[in-house]
């Protein structure tokens, strides 16, 4: 059974940064390809961006293009997603969520295996 925990959340003015992390346990040998979630108050959940099990495959929603970065380092079991140029309308809970995959070139943001509880993100002034 894999478990996530996502940390890194807090207040950050409009234009601060944060950096998320997603530590995760349980792994196989399979490969596990990482996506990060948020869901703003009254919003459905959405895709943010997505990492292969390599690392060397990764997507990005057109909100955040140019603005958020996520890394893996696969030695440490753990995903980031740094966020930079942040706006109000990045404020929610991001949720970081695995998917088992036949291959470590390529990752998704949908049909998620595991599911972290989250951690708020909140872009105010």
């Known amino acids: 059974q894999l478990q996530l925990v996502e940390s890194g959340g807090g207040l950050v003015q409009p234009g601060g940064s944060l950096r998320l992390s997603c530590a995760a346990s349980?792994?196989?040998?399979?490969?596990?390809?990482i996506g990060w979630f948020r869901q703003a108050p009254g919003k459905e959940r959405e895709g943010v961006s997505c990492?292969?099990?390599?690392?060397?495959?990764?997507h990005y929603a057109d909100s955040v293009k140019g603005r958020f970065t996520v890394s893996r380092d696969n030695a440490k079991n753990t995903v980031y997603l740094q966020m930079n140029s942040l706006k109000p309308e990045d404020t929610g809970v991001y949720y970081c969520?695995?998917?088992?995959?036949?291959?470590?070139?390529?990752?998704?943001?949908?049909?998620?295996?595991?599911w972290g509880k989250g951690t708020l993100v909140t872009v105010s002034s």
């Open positions: 990492i292969s099990s390599s690392g060397d495959s990764r």
């Open positions: 969520a695995a998917l088992r995959v036949s291959s470590d070139y390529v990752c998704y943001l949908y049909g998620m295996d595991y």
């Open positions: 349980g792994f196989t040998s399979d490969y596990y390809a």
